[in-house]
């Protein structure tokens, strides 16, 4: 059960553009949100974003008719603790979803390499790590406004306790993976020989449906598990992935793979929008599309190119990824923000879209972005940005390197320090003029790097940030 319960009973009708239609406001008709939460899909991993080997035309579709940011980021460049951000709407310390897994605990060379411990996960005892329940989620501020909510596809965020319908849904379930999918809860009467996403997909429509047919507003998060490993395409989109490219060299054969899954990802956002059209709700749907995290690492990396850095990295390819806003006669078409918004943002933002009052007493560390989606400003007014990645996994001896460590990072104004907590040192680019990160400046610039190392530390102070411990199995080398 829920530590806190909140009932918001008023629905304030914002004037100007934020103005409903005039049907809605006496309806006192709420919009819709429709939440589609890619998995691991790079920042160069669609049609629109300037990858013209991906075919993705229902996504650019939602793209032309929005608006889209060109510097979106993930808050973390892995799944959980992303999506426990999302979710949440605070930061890794307060949250405290740090990592997927302590991998370190059964590696020992990695273990031995660390001269710091990590901050622990939340674990709930019976249920594992995850979000725990006193966190009051997006659902859960949506539904005390009077929304019906729903969610289908990937969760990692806990089970039992844990789980979707103890976190604000009304209704809902984990699926993980592609064929021979698990439910969690574990579902009886299901097609398990049906292909992962496309059953959200089914699952989801049928969800809306209903809440049509009630005149109820709703909010469904869509967590598809594409195109997260393994890479199980769908063998009619294999099929033609590979005809399409057979005989180019500039392809790998996981990256051929990728593209099918993305393929099967666009082909269930176009189901999606087809529904709305179909139940006539198009016009009163608020539809967010965006990523958990940067792409993984291919071939070629053409899913994250030009930037350096793939996911479980917070170099500019593990958490650059792409956000598109559509609201038909709200969000101008075709209209693009190059304004720096991290996912902490999404839930204020939909409850400045919805105009639903935050919870009382609990903090959102985002900001909402609703004014520069819908025309009011071209600007957000926050200062910065900020990472906190405590991942340790997979030291090298020979080259004394971690394949990822703790490391906090900044961005303030374009320019992005980053912190190795294990040395105490910093490294500084200046993304303004080199946003693919390939001259660090720390030296060369002294007085910035003072300016954000003082407001990263006020940072961990305003968020209680735990530090680093002393590792008792530290072998210093």
């Not at 992935?241 to 899954?261: F, H, P, S, T, W």
């Not at 792409?295 to 956000?323: A, C, D, W």
Request: hydrophobic share 35%; glycine share 6%; proline share 5%.
């Amino acid at each position: 059960m829920k530590r806190i319960v909140f009932i918001i009973t008023s629905f304030v009708i914002m004037q100007s553009s934020l103005v409903l239609g005039q049907d809605l406001i006496e309806n006192n008709k709420q919009p819709n949100i429709l939440f589609i939460l890619a998995d691991d899909l790079g920042i160069n991993a669609l049609n629109c974003y300037g990858n013209s080997f991906v075919e993705s035309p229902n996504i650019d579709q939602l793209y032309a008719e929005g608006m889209h940011f060109t510097n979106g980021y993930a808050s973390d460049p892995t799944c959980a603790p992303s999506r426990a951000t999302i979710l949440s709407g605070q930061y890794m310390p307060r949250h405290r979803v740090y990592r997927v897994a302590d991998r370190y605990i059964n590696d020992r060379k990695t273990l031995v390499a660390m001269k710091y411990l990590p901050p622990a996960i939340n674990e709930v005892k019976g249920s594992g790590k995850g979000l725990e329940l006193d966190k009051f989620t997006i659902a859960e501020a949506l539904k005390a406004n009077g929304y019906a909510t729903a969610a289908f596809g990937k969760w990692h965020l806990g089970k039992k306790q844990l789980q979707i319908k103890n976190q604000g849904f009304d209704e809902g379930f984990e699926i993980l993976g592609h064929y021979n999918f698990k439910t969690s809860p574990e579902q009886k009467n299901l097609d398990y020989s049906l292909y992962a996403s496309d059953l959200v997909t089914e699952r989801t429509i049928d969800f809306i449906k209903r809440s049509v047919a009630k005149d109820q507003s709703f909010f469904t998060y869509v967590p598809y598990y594409l195109v997260h490993k393994p890479l199980e395409p769908k063998p009619e989109d294999l099929e033609y992935v590979k005809a399409r490219y057979k005989g180019n060299n500039q392809i790998g054969k996981d990256e051929i793979r990728v593209l099918a899954m993305i393929k099967a990802l666009d082909d269930n956002v176009g189901k999606l929008m087809n529904a709305l059209k179909e139940l006539n709700i198009e016009d009163n749907t608020i539809v967010v599309f965006t990523s958990d995290n940067g792409h993984y690492k291919t071939e070629s990396n053409i899913f994250t190119k030009p930037y350096r850095g793939v996911k479980g990295q917070t170099l500019e390819g593990g958490i650059r990824v792409p956000y598109i806003f559509k609201w038909n006669h709200k969000i101008k078409p075709g209209s693009v923000s190059k304004e720096p918004i991290i996912n902490v943002d999404l839930y204020p933002t939909f409850l400045g879209l919805v105009n639903a009052e935050a919870p009382k007493n609990y903090i959102l560390d985002g900001e909402d972005i609703s004014p520069v989606l819908l025309g009011n400003t071209t600007t957000t007014s926050r200062d910065a940005l900020i990472w906190e990645y405590t991942n340790y996994a997979n030291y090298n001896v020979k080259q004394k390197t971690f394949a990822s460590k703790w490391v906090n990072v900044i961005q303030m104004k374009g320019y992005k320090l980053t912190e190795d907590v294990d040395t105490g040192t910093y490294t500084l680019y200046n993304l303004n003029k080199d946003p693919y990160e390939t001259k660090n400046i720390a030296t060369e610039a002294p007085e910035i790097l003072q300016v954000l190392v003082k407001r990263l530390e006020r940072w961990k102070r305003e968020t209680e940030y735990e530090g680093p411990r002393p590792n008792p199995d530290y072998e210093k080398r």
